[in-house]
């Protein structure tokens, strides 16, 4: 199996895919180039043939900002909404829980290191072990370089290097088979301080048939002498652990897709030609300055043989045959060294979408601000379909990783807390069934029914008494999440739209509501204006709060009867005297 592995290692380190006529490509040499250009290096090294320092002037940093910012969206853009049969409450606690759980579990940082990663390499590749993602570093990551997806590659390979004790506590963990034998072959070897283990993911064969499986193998020890040959035969490596899986356990992020190749296209890729460019140029004027700054002088005099700035005193008078005239060393080359700079910018900003407007800046005095709205819904479009991209691939992981292993984290009883708006919202659900609950008991109890007066009282003093405390403590039953019916959405809609017009719309929302009450309730009219929020960039599903609970219309029955009692909904219980609502 090691000379599988080897031979697929060898193949992606140093053969080129055909992408069409007179384009190949090699995802290790890529990816190399990108770390390199990111941080500033020189493939050939800091300095040139002359022994000069090479400066690196950075164009892709900025691009590669923008993009991260224009994609970012947080965990609290992460909604759940109830579908057809669910359970509105129970759909409301499940997203509070949920969103407390991701941020115990740092989720939001898994989000913004993507989003930081995905411009600059073009992919980034996340490993869920145990339900919890783990990021891979591409350059030890190992596939198929014309996969379209991890999906479709034939063998997935990673590379990790251990310390032998951090070798034999994985050993233990994941009751690995060999492993002092590993270690022992390993002791052996003295151009390496690491083992190096191979996880491949793929098709063996398998007598005559074909199986996907994990396959683990720690590849140590030295070359043996076969003394009766004289040839040197390479080891066969160790295995540690072989199993048969359903799949993979990596989820993959893209940029960009090129059709024929695996690895997507980021920031720094597209700009590998203008970085290259701008580079030349500024160490040629680098260069022109050195000359620049030099003083030559020139003569027709063979008797002057000495250096003037060194030889000569301040105020000395030279007797000579021949004039002393200074060499003009002026470089008068720098506007063509603005504008060429100037030209390559311009080509980076168009390839990368990274105008003025989207880094900030302030354009030329000649740009309108017509022209200016237009380069940033333009810029703003492409990136949001980067963006939906990216949920989707979110939403998916959500669905199969995160939320079915907080289910079961979760379907036990637990206590969550409740503060800031969802707080108020809370308070407001309580407030409706303790107030109904009360105007119950007040029935059964005088066998009168409450005045409008009476009840407006009951209410306020119901709702003071919720209001009481900056935070609660609810108290989630056992299986309360079982059976739950639910869909997520993400909003990424209005990300980088402008305050200003947030503000505006959110009043026009406000006038809406005001000129017709009756807008909220009507499903149709209510579609409407939860898309009207949308494409504004506000949250719509902050408007589903509870109403505020009316006093129930009970007229007395002639001739005898009762009072049928109201349905009371079910929620968790809330506070530290574990009172059931």
């Not at 590998?272 to 500024?282: A, G, H, L, W, Y």
């Not at 056992?478 to 017009?501: H, L, Q, V, W």
Request: include cysteine; aromatic fraction near 10%; glycine fraction near 6%.
């Amino acid at each position: 199996m090691i000379k599988t592995i080897n031979e697929e290692i060898y193949n992606f380190e140093n053969k080129s895919i055909k992408i069409v006529d007179g384009f190949d490509f090699r995802q290790k040499e890529t990816i190399k180039k990108i770390y390199l250009y990111y941080n500033s290096k020189y493939e050939s090294g800091e300095f040139d043939s002359q022994g000069d320092k090479k400066y690196f002037y950075n164009i892709g940093r900025v691009p590669c900002n923008i993009g991260t910012k224009a994609i970012d969206f947080d965990t609290k853009d992460i909604r759940i909404q109830t579908t057809s049969g669910g359970n509105p409450i129970r759909t409301w606690f499940f997203e509070r829980d949920l969103k407390f759980w991701m941020k115990d579990k740092n989720f939001g940082k898994t989000l913004n290191r993507i989003f930081y990663e995905l411009p600059i390499f073009g992919s980034v590749v996340l490993k869920v072990i145990d339900n919890i993602p783990y990021f891979v570093d591409l350059r030890n990551f190992i596939v198929e370089q014309n996969a379209d997806s991890l999906d479709k590659s034939n063998y997935i390979i990673e590379i990790h290097n251990y310390t032998p004790v951090e070798f034999k506590k994985l050993g233990k963990k994941n009751n690995w088979a060999n492993v002092d034998k590993a270690i022992e072959e390993f002791r052996k070897m003295t151009d390496t301080q690491y083992i190096k283990v191979y996880e491949r993911y793929g098709e063996v064969k398998d007598g005559e048939n074909y199986t996907y499986k994990r396959v683990t193998m720690a590849d140590v020890g030295v070359d043996e002498d076969i003394k009766q040959t004289g040839e040197m035969t390479p080891h066969s490596g160790v295995m540690l652990q072989e199993e048969e899986v359903d799949k993979h356990p990596y989820r993959e992020f893209h940029w960009e897709k090129i059709p024929g190749r695996w690895l997507g296209v980021g920031r720094i890729e597209v700009l590998f030609d203008p970085q290259m460019r701008v580079n030349e140029i500024s160490n040629q004027e680098v260069k022109s300055s050195y000359w620049s700054t030099l003083r030559i002088w020139q003569t027709r005099d063979e008797g002057v043989n000495r250096n003037l700035l060194t030889d000569v005193d301040n105020g000395e008078i030279l007797n000579v045959e021949d004039d002393i005239k200074q060499v003009d060393m002026a470089d008068r080359n720098l506007a063509y060294y603005q504008n060429e700079i100037t030209r390559w910018l311009s080509n980076r900003d168009e390839l990368t979408f990274s105008h003025d407007p989207m880094k900030g800046a302030r354009g030329a005095a000649s740009t309108t601000l017509g022209a200016t709205q237009i380069a940033t819904a333009q810029a703003g479009s492409y990136f949001e379909q980067i963006q939906e991209n990216i949920a989707m691939t979110v939403k998916e992981m959500l669905y199969e990783v995160i939320i079915p292993n907080f289910k079961r984290q979760n379907n036990k009883a637990h206590n969550l807390r409740i503060a800031g708006e969802d707080l108020d919202y809370y308070n407001e659900l309580v407030t409706a069934v303790k107030t109904r609950k009360t105007f119950i008991d007040y029935v059964k109890r005088t066998g009168k029914i409450p005045s409008s007066e009476e009840y407006e009282i009951l209410k306020t003093v119901t709702k003071e008494n919720e209001k009481k405390g900056k935070e609660k403590s609810v108290t989630i039953p056992d299986e309360f999440y079982k059976n739950i019916k639910y869909k997520i959405d993400i909003i990424i809609t209005g990300e980088a739209s402008d305050t200003r017009m947030k503000a505006a719309n959110l009043f026009a929302v406000l006038q809406a509501i005001t000129a017709d009450p009756t807008i909220l309730q009507d499903p149709a009219k209510k579609k409407i204006l939860f898309q009207y929020m949308e494409q504004g960039g506000l949250n719509p599903y902050e408007l589903d709060m509870p109403q505020e609970t009316q006093a129930p219309q009970i007229r007395p029955q002639m001739g005898g009867g009762g009072v049928s009692r109201p349905q009371i909904p079910q929620t968790p219980v809330a506070g530290t005297n574990q009172q059931q609502i």
